[in-house]
């Protein structure tokens, strides 16, 4: 069973525009929800996170939207850059030393 | 400030024979190690956690094993390989402690291709 899923699998945006990546989650025991940026050859680093206490996080052009009751949140990234394109991966813990990381959704920002 | 040592940073083994993979942490005592699988354009798939010398937990049973035999090092090891274990080794370090959320910081990855 998926635990963390996202949508959409790709996505093409271009320069300027938002582009807007989806997660939900099945666990109602996550409370700290990380999303990683991974560039090819590359292991991911973290973008931005949000604990479920928060609805909202916001660092610089990177915005998480949180909504515990519906088990989804979503990442938005403003202003798109063309060095933005990457993988991007929405991530789920509990209290418990495991991350489960969602399936990604690969971003192509189109000069 | 604290670096994480993959090796190799690739290899490519027939099906059957052992492996060994290393990653090394330096500037940082006693932290928390991992193991992470990543298929070819897939997810990430923990494999296996430590927060001590001596003590790893299984989280996915891949017919691999994981070993810490220093504080600062985390081995990751077969003694026969399956086709299935092709793809992206990552190693990850991040504080020590035991629950809540921390940072994964995760090396450059060991690329695996087994023919």
């Known amino acids: 069973q998926q635990q963390v899923r996202q949508s959409p699998q790709s996505l093409t945006v271009w320069e300027g525009e938002t582009a807007i990546l989806n997660c939900s989650y099945e666990d109602s025991t996550f409370n700290y929800f990380p999303w990683y940026q991974q560039f090819p050859g590359e292991g991911p680093a973290l973008l931005i996170s949000i604990r479920s206490v928060s609805d909202k996080k916001e660092d610089g052009r990177f915005t998480i939207f949180f909504n515990k009751r519906e088990k989804k949140l979503s990442l938005h990234i403003t202003d798109s850059q063309p060095g933005d394109s990457a993988t991007y991966f929405c991530a789920a813990r509990s209290n418990y030393n495991v991350l489960y990381f969602g399936s990604g959704t690969k971003l192509t920002v189109e000069p | 400030a604290q670096t994480i040592h993959q090796w190799p940073v690739a290899e490519i083994k027939a099906v059957g024979s052992p492996l060994s993979l290393g990653c090394t942490i330096k500037?940082?005592?006693?932290?928390?190690l991992y193991w992470y699988w990543q298929a070819t354009g897939g997810t990430l798939q923990q494999l296996f956690y430590s927060i001590t010398v001596g003590q790893v937990e299984s989280v996915v049973q891949l017919n691999l094993s994981a070993s810490r035999p220093k504080d600062d090092q985390f081995i990751l090891s077969t003694e026969k390989l399956l086709l299935s274990h092709s793809g992206f080794y990552l190693c990850?370090?991040?504080?020590?402690?035991?629950?809540?959320?921390?940072?994964?910081?995760f090396g450059s990855g060991t690329r695996l291709t087994v023919l």
């Open positions: 990850a370090w991040s504080r020590g402690g035991t629950g809540s959320a921390e940072t994964l910081y």
């Open positions: 500037g940082k005592s006693s932290p928390n």
